[in-house]
Structures are given as C-alpha cells and as structure tokens.
C-alpha cells in the first residue's frame, strides 16, 4: 500500500533516446515533486508541480521536462538522454506549506549508454 | 539562495556509541528545518522537523535542536544502533515556501 510509486524501478537508456520516468501518488497531495540524487550532491529538485496541468522549474530543470496530467501523476521526460543524466530519480509528493513534509517513492536507477 | 552543509561521511562507530553530525544552514528567510533518513534501497523518510527556533525535535532516539543564532541544527542520539546505518539528510523549507533544500547527505554505518 505505497502511497507513492515510481516506474520503471531500473532503466537502461541510449544517449539521444528518449526516456520518461512515471509517478503515481495516493496521498491525494496536491503538489508534486522530482529530485536526482548523486554522490557529493544530495537531493536536488528538477521541477515540481501544484496540481493537475501546472508544472514548475526546479533549480536544475535543463534536460528535462515534466508533466503533471492529473492529481496523482507526474512525469519527468528526458527528450534526449545524455550520460551526465545516469543519476537515480526520486519522486515526491506533498500538501503544500512550508511545514511541509515530503513523501519520497523508491526511485528509479537511470542509467545512459 | 538557501544552502546546507552538513558533516561528510561516510561515518562510521561501533554500536552504543554516541553520534553527531553537524548541520549548517545559510537562508535569508525564517526557515522549518528537517532531518530525513534514507535506508539502503529506499526513498528518504522524514525522521523529524521543527518549525521554530530554539525548540528540540526527536524520533527515533534522534533529536536536533533549531539555533537560530548558531544557524545549526546538529543531530545526535546518545548510542547508535546497527539498524541506524542510513543516510542521513539535513534539509530546510523557507517560511511560506516549501521547496525543500537539503545538504550533500552523512552516511552512517554502524558496526555490531
């Protein structure tokens, strides 16, 4: 009963292919949210969205975009996979407010030939 | 804009001892602070927040105090257990925002 869940769990991609990573949230949380994280960086936040149809800049945003087609979706697209972007992603999901706890998925493990 | 330092790991102690792993923070606004744990194979999880200077927050035999004037928040427990070895993240959310800022992450591993 994850509330939320990211798919596919592992990928392989080519560079210049194009990849979309998938997240689904039962928390009924209005906002949503994509990091990467990789060693000596943390946690850093790509886009986020509010709710259905609304999505954001994060603050490393170049190479990807985001979809948010309804409350409990929200995707991150790489249009053309570089292997700078060989990271594992994570997804997130919150109310708002800057008490905010955030629900994080398992990740997905990104990998660019 | 808003940063994290935080104590580089990996860090590693023997079960029963004590642990600290600083957290500094640089915001120019008047932030919610938050410790979150990330278990091998897993996303990070909140171990606990604290919206409000000088106040404590704990879980887990974990506790960190917000210091405004220090601007740390330092997380320690008395004696660590196996079941500690994680990666732990320091992590700020500005006052009427809630992007989350974290630090480069400590790993912890806890020998029996």
């Known amino acids: 009963e994850a509330a939320v869940t990211q798919s596919p769990r592992n990928k392989v991609a080519v560079t210049g292919g194009k990849v979309t990573l998938s997240c689904n949230q039962t928390n009924n949380h209005n906002n949503m949210y994509w990091y990467r994280q990789d060693t000596g960086h943390g946690l850093r936040l790509i886009h986020y969205s509010y709710g259905a149809g609304s999505t954001e800049k994060g603050d490393i945003p170049d190479g990807y975009k985001a979809s948010r087609p309804s409350q409990e979706n929200f995707s991150l697209i790489l249009e053309l996979a570089t292997p700078s972007q060989t990271s594992v992603y994570f997804c997130?999901?919150?109310?708002?407010?800057?008490?905010?706890?955030?629900?994080f998925g398992p990740g997905t493990r990104l990998l660019v030939l | 804009g808003d940063s994290v330092t935080q104590t580089e790991g990996p860090v590693t102690l023997s079960e029963g001892t004590s642990l600290t792993v600083n957290c500094s923070y640089e915001t120019k606004q008047y932030p919610t602070l938050f410790w979150y744990v990330q278990y091998p194979g897993e996303g990070p999880q909140l171990l606990f927040k604290?919206?409000?200077?000088?106040e404590k927050g704990s879980n887990r035999g974990f506790e960190a105090t917000y210091n405004k004037e220090a601007t740390s928040f330092h997380l320690q427990k008395a004696s660590v257990q196996e079941s500690d070895s994680a990666v732990y993240y320091c992590?700020?959310?500005?006052?009427?925002?809630?992007?989350?800022?974290f630090g480069t992450g400590t790993s912890l591993l806890v020998d029996p």
């Open positions: 604290v919206p409000k200077a000088n």
């Open positions: 997130a999901s919150g109310e708002g407010g800057n008490q905010d706890t955030q629900y």
């Open positions: 992590a700020l959310s500005p006052y009427m925002g809630y992007k989350l800022t």
